[in-house]
């Protein structure tokens, strides 16, 4: 049973928008970090943005400003708005989630999480 699934990822067009969820399966993720990470063809996984319980969102220098992050505890459910794509954001995206919420850990550290998805493809054309 995957821990994680993820949805909303897709083709959109430059300037466009996402929407991307991560729905827990088989658990809940009241307590937990839950982060999203992006990998690239080619390229190593890099971290995207996290959110602890209560708030307290942190993101990449690369994508302030054009990413949202938020969670849904009642529906065990993280989000990942993206907007004004560019075709350089093409990507699986990954959510995480780190049940023992190690806040004072390095949070765009792959190792900080014990739970993944498969991943959703986000496609931008230019």
């Known amino acids: 049973q995957v821990p994680l699934v993820e949805s909303g990822g897709g083709l959109v067009q430059a300037g466009g928008s996402l929407r991307l969820s991560c729905v827990a399966s088989?658990?809940?993720?009241?307590?937990?970090?839950m982060a999203w990470f992006r990998q690239a063809p080619g390229k190593e996984r890099e971290f995207v943005a996290a959110?602890?319980?209560?708030?307290?969102?942190v993101f990449a220098d690369s994508v302030k400003g054009r990413v949202t992050i938020s969670r849904d505890d009642a529906k065990n459910t993280a989000y990942l708005a993206l907007v004004n794509l560019n075709p350089e954001v093409k990507a699986v995206y990954y959510c995480?989630?780190?049940?023992?919420?190690?806040?004072?850990?390095?949070?765009?550290?792959?190792?900080?999480?014990?739970?993944w998805g498969q991943g959703t493809q986000v496609t931008v054309s230019s």
């Open positions: 995480a989630a780190d049940p023992s919420s190690r806040i004072a850990y390095d949070l765009t550290d792959t190792r900080v999480y014990d739970y």
């Open positions: 959110i602890p319980r209560g708030g307290g969102a």
């Open positions: 088989g658990r809940t993720f009241v307590g937990d970090i």
